[in-house]
């Protein structure tokens, strides 16, 4: 993949209202951890001795924007919610706010929302528009132990467990399953990379349970080098300075 920095326009810290209490932090704190998911392309994964994906991306543009020099650590999301939780990482990335985290986790505004599609092979499409009742009479793939597998059973759908999405979107492909419910910029990134062009994306399931995922940053309330409200009010002014057009840069290349 080429560099994200030659599709890019350039942005430097001066060009960020931080305030000079915020400028002297990073002055004093300019290195900080972020902990990132293994395993998650294309958002963040390991590959020829690097981590890279679309949220090693959006931290490196931010890094840029604000003068801080984020290093990444990977690892399972209980890992490194884990050491987020114990103080051992100053930022965890590419989590979603609830009220009950919100009672010791800062997050920044949202800079990714990640919806949850349909796929389904071009040779043995779903009935439109697909319904709960045409999903209960199919054979629905989904990622082990994903966060609506319950409710799709309390509707009458049995799904397909698979433990990687590599797998997931393999089955549908070769026709093991009718149908698969999978995160779209993941699920676009598999058929991608392994040639799936038979399939295809179906649009989002007649599903409540199926939410929105909210993608912020977060920092542990009281904690950090010094002040943490310092910290997240400077990743606040950089998520909401991101230009629409540097996401889509970034979404174009993963």
């Given amino acids: 993949l080429a560099s994200l920095a030659a599709f890019l326009p350039p942005a430097r810290a ?10 002297a932090w990073i002055a004093r704190h300019p290195v900080v951890s972020v902990g990132v998911v ?59 706010r609830t009220e009950e985290r919100s009672r010791f986790i800062t997050f920044t505004d949202p800079y990714h929302l990640r919806r949850t599609v349909l796929y389904e092979n071009v040779d043995d499409p779903l009935a439109k528009p697909v319904t709960v009742e045409e999903m209960q009479h199919k054979r629905i793939g989904i990622i082990r132990d ?8 309390d509707l009458g759908v049995e799904p397909v467990e698979y433990a990687t ?20 910029m993941t699920g676009n990134y598999f058929v ?7 399939v295809v994306n179906a649009g989002a399931a007649p ?24 910290l ?9 300075a991101l230009p629409p057009e540097t996401l889509d840069a970034i979404t174009d290349r993963w």
């Fill in 38 to 96: 293994a395993d998650n392309d294309p958002y963040s994964f390991y590959r020829n001795g690097n981590i890279m994906g679309w949220t090693v991306d959006l931290i490196d543009r931010i890094g840029t924007m604000t003068g801080l020099e984020f290093r990444p650590r990977m690892g399972s999301w209980s890992e490194i919610y884990g050491q987020f939780q114990e103080g051992g990482l100053d930022v965890i990335a590419d989590i979603s």
């Fill in 146 to 153: 994903i966060y609506y597998a319950d409710a799709l059973r």
């Fill in 207 to 230: 599903l409540t349970a199926i939410a929105l995922e909210d993608f912020r940053l977060g920092v542990l309330t009281g904690s950090g080098h010094g002040d943490s409200t310092i």
């Fill in 232 to 240: 997240s009010g400077i990743l606040g002014k950089a998520v909401n």
């Fill in 192 to 198: 991608r990379e392994n040639g799936f062009t038979n």
């Fill in 165 to 184: 999405y590599r797998d997931l979107m393999a089955a549908v492909a070769f026709g093991w399953v009718d149908a698969v419910l999978a995160a779209e």
């Fill in 14 to 23: 001066n060009d960020l209202p931080l305030s000079e209490t915020e400028r």
